[in-house]
Every structure is written in structure tokens, then in C-alpha cells.
């Protein structure tokens, strides 16, 4: 993939990113607005129907961009998300409100294509996480911009952001449309119109490299998304700190973790392989979660959230890539649709359990088991090594 062509990807990426991130601040207000209280069954059942859309969706849409390509694929699920956030925004009730969130989780595969482009354009491995990286940190710089340009203009109304997120899409499917170029090559396109399309079936026993290297993906977003489920209630209750210092302190997460990846990741696998970085990252991200259990005051918060924000930036791009290196370059698309289920599957069933762990256990056993839950999957990537090496050398063989 040309540098022009990652550098148009990573800002299409970025800009889907502040648009629906944007929404996360207002969405209990405009929810509000409809039912006459902020109810948190209503706010968990909206956000419930979005996740849940994307986890059946993102497998069904990366297959399909297998056999049409990424580009047609990825501007109509922009075009539909468009439709979505035009009829959020203007949603008399609570009912179409919730529809349009579904149709907007359905249609909410632009990363997962974005990584199947980047597999489809990147054949040598470290190439290929340098690039990952690239994308995590235009998500990460994403999620920094949109809650807080959401914030502004939810306080004026709350739907305001929605219809900013439409007109940020339609930049989007601009973009893609004029400058983004199809990275399915025009000869696996056509063996895939004249062939049986190869069905990625992750569950068969034929595939326990990838159940292997998908194992190890969901225990760390697992641990993640219980984390980030918890996080602001935890240190509202234990340091008094408000939604501003909240917000602060997430966007000195995102920061870092994009910094990581766009610029201290290239350097690093100069010297050190993927898979290495994506261990220690892991390890990292363990450490902080059960650090900060034992912190006396909330400033100390910025030192745990630091190492935190360097193990996550160290631990995705390699564990994407290894993740594509467990199938062929004709299931890419699928792949990227699985990992995205994986991760809307982790963002469903995380935060609902760190919720009962830290209502009954309290902050200690919760963050606790997101460490714990993080380290396994740590030493099941450390225990892969053998099959990673040899995943790596089927990859140089057959390009």
C-alpha cells in the first residue's frame, strides 16, 4: 500500500471515528429529551441494539467486500450510516430512535474494512503492523477529538452531533469515493467470481491457529472493554473526580496510545518483532489495571493510565497482524468482519461484568479479574511462539 493511500485510509478512519465518538456524551441527553428521564435501561438497551447490530453485521460485511471489493463495501456502509444518523437526529420517539442506532451498528464495519485494506496492501509482516499501527492511531486521535467537540455541542442540543456526524460521513464517502483506491486485486476478484468463495469457517478444527490467535484477541479486549466500562464510575467514587477530569485524563490515554503507534511503533520493530511487542504490551496493560487498585490518590492516576496507554499502543497492531496472518489473502475481509464481532462481543458482555463485580466485590476483585484476564492472554500469546513462526513463514512462502 502507497504512503498516500495508508495517509487517505488513516484520515477516513480518523474522521468515522470523531463522528460516532462524538455521539457517546450526548446520547443519554437526547434519550432524555425523547422519555421525559434519563433512564439507564433506555441508555443500555440503545447501546445494547448498536453493538449487538455490528456483532451479527461486521462478519456479513467483510465476506461480501471479499468478493466486491473493500471500496464499493465501505461507501455504502458510510452511505447508510448517513441515513442513520439523519434519522437519529431527527427521531420524534424512542422507538425510531432505537432503530436508526441499530441500522448505524449494522452498518458500522469501516475499521474492520479498513484493516482488510491493509492486509490486502501489506505482505511483509512488519510493514503490515506498521501500518495497523497507522490506523490505531487515527482511531485513537478519533476518540481524543469527538467526545469533547460532542460535549460542546450536545450542550447546545443534544442533537446537534448527530447531524454534525452526518455531514462528517458524507466528507467521508467523498473521500473514499475519489481518492481511496480498491486494495482487492483485480485477479482474486475474478477467481473469487468463478470459484466457490472460501467460506472462513474460524470454528472448524481445521482453523486452531486462528481460534488460537482469536483467543488471544478477545481475552485482551475483554479485559479492556471492562475496563473502560468501569473506569469513570471507579474514579468518580473512590477520587470525587468529575466528568471534566474524566474526559482529561481519556483524551491523555488516547493521546499517548496514538503517539505510541504512529510514531514510537516503526522505530521499535526495527529491532523487535511484532508478536514481542504485542507481549509486553499485554503485559503492561496487566500491570496497570491491578496498579491501580492499590493508587492512594487520584493523581497518580496519570501514571498507571501512561503505562496503560503504552500497552495498548504496543499490543493491537501486532496482534492484528498476527491475526491476519492466520488466514489466506481471500479472507481477509471476513477476517477483519470477525475481529470486529469479537470486539462488539467483548463490548457487550465487559462492561455488564465488570458492573456486577464492582457492585458486589468492589474496585480491588474487579480490576483484579481484568488484569488476570489480560495476563492469560498474555501467556497464551507467549506460548504460541512456535505457531506464530511458522504462521510467519507460510506468509513469506506464499507471496
Given amino acids: 500500500m502507497s504512503k498516500r493511500s495508508l495517509l487517505i485510509l488513516c484520515l477516513v478512519v480518523g474522521v468515522n471515528t470523531g463522528s460516532f465518538s462524538q455521539l457517546a456524551p450526548v446520547l443519554p441527553f437526547l434519550i432524555a429529551k425523547l422519555t421525559g428521564s ?14 449487538g447490530a455490528q456483532l451479527v453485521m461486521s462478519p456479513i460485511i467483510g465476506q461480501i467486500s471479499d468478493q466486491v471489493g473493500r471500496k464499493r463495501v465501505m461507501a455504502v456502509c458510510i452511505s447508510v450510516g448517513i441515513v442513520a444518523f439523519l434519522g437519529s437526529a ?17 452498518s458500522a ?15 511483509q509482516a512488519k510493514e503490515r ?17 469527538g467526545p469533547a467537540v460532542g460535549g ?32 482487492l486485486s483485480p485477479s482474486i476478484r475474478a477467481t473469487l467470481q468463478h470459484t466457490q468463495r472460501p467460506q472462513l469457517r474460524w470454528w472448524s478444527a481445521k482453523n486452531r491457529d486462528l481460534q488460537r490467535m482469536l483467543g488471544i484477541y478477545f481475552l485482551f479486549y475483554l479485559g479492556f472493554s471492562s475496563f473502560t466500562g468501569i473506569f469513570v464510575v471507579d474514579i468518580s467514587k473512590r477520587f470525587g473526580w468529575g466528568s471534566e477530569a474524566a474526559g ?16 514510537l511503533l516503526p522505530r521499535l520493530l526495527r529491532r523487535y518483532r511484532a508478536e514481542k511487542l504485542a507481549e509486553i504490551g499485554m503485559f503492561l496493560v496487566a500491570a496497570a489495571l491491578l496498579a491501580i487498585t492499590s493508587i492512594p490518590q487520584g493523581q497518580y492516576l496519570y501514571i498507571t493510565q501512561l503505562v496503560f496507554a503504552v500497552g495498548v499502543g504496543l499490543s493491537t497492531p501486532g496482534l492484528r497482524t498476527l491475526l491476519s496472518l492466520a488466514v489466506n489473502n ?3 475481509g471476513a477476517l477483519g468482519g470477525l475481529t470486529q464481532s469479537c470486539v462488539s462481543l467483548t463490548s457487550l458482555i465487559g462492561p455488564l461484568l ?46
Fill in 90 to 106: 431527527v427521531a420524534p420517539t424512542i422507538s425510531l430512535l432505537m432503530l436508526f442506532q441499530a441500522i448505524a451498528g449494522g
Fill in 248 to 263: 482529561l485524563l481519556l483524551c491523555f490515554v488516547g493521546v499517548v496510545a496514538a503517539g505510541v503507534q504512529g510514531g
Fill in 152 to 183: 460542546i455541542l450536545g450542550s447546545i442540543d443534544p442533537r446537534a452531533p448527530f447531524f454534525l456526524a452526518a455531514l462528517l460521513s458524507l466528507i467521508n464517502l467523498i473521500l473514499v469515493i475519489k481518492l481511496l483506491p480498491e486494495t
Fill in 109 to 123: 464495519s469501516l475499521f474492520a474494512l479498513a484493516q482488510a485494506m491493509v492486509a490486502d496492501g501489506e505482505q
Fill in 129 to 145: 503492523t506498521i501500518s495497523f499501527g497507522a490506523l490505531g492511531a487515527a482511531l485513537g486521535l478519533g476518540f481524543v477529538f
Fill in 330 to 332: 481471500q479472507q481477509q
Fill in 38 to 51: 434519563m433512564s439507564a435501561i433506555a441508555v443500555t438497551q440503545v447501546s445494547a441494539l448498536y453493538a
Fill in 354 to 399: 465488570a458492573g456486577q463485580l464492582y457492585s458486589r466485590l468492589g474496585p480491588q476483585t474487579t480490576f483484579g479479574t481484568q488484569s488476570l484476564v489480560v495476563l492469560s492472554g498474555a501467556i497464551l500469546l507467549y506460548t504460541s511462539q512456535s505457531v506464530i513462526r511458522r504462521l510467519q513463514r507460510e506468509s513469506e512462502i506464499s507471496h
